[in-house]
């Protein structure tokens, strides 16, 4: 079965320093590899998606990621944070069987201070 | 851009009273999810439609939730009696092409 760890609950950097969210994954072929962002009370916003092909990938906001299918992981990273980044991050695996679905982690809450 | 429709954003009721929220998938996406999410936790899948069928509700408590996509479009999540329990958020969701899902807004659901 696939699982995704997202080893970090809480984050705290400083407005302007770089960050790196942790995510890794246990599947048992090559992945599909999402990042999302939720602000408090609203929906999950994709950041960026993995599938094949370059294994930096490019998000919106800044973001990107980097999977490394030797260390099963595939963090998030952004070199300079803006307090509008306060958010609560997730990482999901998928597809999942005839139903394709995805498997999200526990997510990150990243708290930025000015 | 095309984005995921719910309705209400907030919805709050008293313990065994019946609640009943909406979502209207991006035009064109043929699979639907329904997810619960509490505070502070990852999104948990309830159901999966594909186009007006169920795929999977395996993880959907059928003694009081019940979905509905009767024309393969938009979808509507029941819950009847409510209970204290079932105060969180209720995420729904399209799939795109490469298996990404979008997600609308949410419905916040807070049982008294």
């Known amino acids: 079965a696939q699982s995704v760890t997202q080893p970090d609950i809480h984050i705290t950097v400083s407005e302007g320093a770089s960050l790196e969210l942790r995510c890794n994954y246990s599947?048992?072929?090559?992945?599909?590899l999402f990042w999302y962002v939720q602000s408090p009370g609203q929906g999950l916003q994709l950041l960026l998606k993995?599938?094949?092909?370059?294994?930096l990938v490019q998000g919106i906001k800044g973001f990107e990621a980097e999977f490394k299918r030797s260390q099963s992981s595939f963090n998030l990273r952004k070199p300079s944070v803006h307090w509008s980044d306060a958010a609560e991050y997730f990482c999901?695996?998928?597809?999942?069987?005839?139903?394709?679905?995805?498997?999200f982690g526990s997510g990150t809450q990243l708290t930025v201070l000015p | 851009e095309a984005e995921v429709a719910q309705s209400p954003r907030y919805k709050i009721t008293e313990k065994s009273q019946a609640v009943a929220f909406w979502c209207d998938p991006i035009?064109?996406?043929?699979?639907l999810y329904w997810y619960r999410q509490i505070l502070g936790q990852g999104p948990e899948l309830l159901v999966q439609?594909?186009?007006?069928?169920?795929?999977?509700d395996s993880q959907l408590p059928k003694d009081r939730f019940s979905a509905e996509r009767l024309k393969g479009v938009d979808s509507t999540l029941k819950i009847q009696p409510a209970e204290l329990g079932d105060s969180a958020m209720y995420l729904c969701?399209?799939?795109?092409?490469?298996?990404?899902?979008?997600f609308g807004p949410g419905t916040r659901l807070t049982v008294l």
């Open positions: 969701a399209s799939r795109g092409l490469y298996n990404e899902q979008f």
């Open positions: 599947y048992g072929a090559t992945p599909y």
């Open positions: 993995y599938f094949s092909g370059d294994t």
């Open positions: 999901a695996v998928g597809p999942s069987g005839s139903a394709r679905q995805l498997t």
């Open positions: 035009s064109g996406h043929a699979t």
């Open positions: 439609f594909q186009d007006e069928s169920v795929v999977d």
